[in-house]
């Protein structure tokens, strides 16, 4: 019933800034907390942060904790993800996934997933 599209990855060189966006389909986008994830070649899928369905709190790996911001917006559909202090290590594909439940960090928990977004990131 919903439909993910991430956008606004690029290459950056290291301590430079992304914002990251996320568009939902529908309007029952409003009803669920959202995540970010990441994927490195030869990495498994990765918690980034998550944010509740009205945005009232947000949580982060500790990896990104300090740099990284989500947020949302639901009148639009919205979901975001601010990336500051940019580090190669941060280089990945970026996906953002409707959470089944609430709060979840594991991606097992989520469903709706986007297409990613490449996020490259040069020493």
């Known amino acids: 019933q919903v439909q993910l599209v991430e956008s606004g990855g690029g290459l950056v060189q290291a301590g430079g800034s992304l914002r990251l966006s996320c568009a939902a389909s529908?309007?029952?986008?409003?009803?669920?907390?959202m995540g970010w994830f990441r994927q490195a070649p030869g990495k498994e899928r990765e918690f980034v942060g998550g944010i509740s369905w009205n945005g009232g709190s947000t949580y982060y790996a500790d990896s990104v904790k300090g740099r990284f911001t989500i947020s949302r917006d639901n009148a639009k559909n919205m979901v975001y993800l601010q990336m500051n202090s940019l580090k190669p290590e941060d280089t990945a594909v970026y996906y953002c996934?409707?959470?089944?439940?609430?709060?979840?960090?594991?991606?097992?928990?989520?469903?709706?997933w986007g297409q990613g977004t490449q996020v490259t990131v040069s020493s």
């Open positions: 996934a409707v959470d089944r439940l609430r709060s979840s960090k594991s991606p097992e928990k989520y469903d709706y």
């Open positions: 529908g309007r029952i986008f409003s009803i669920y907390d």
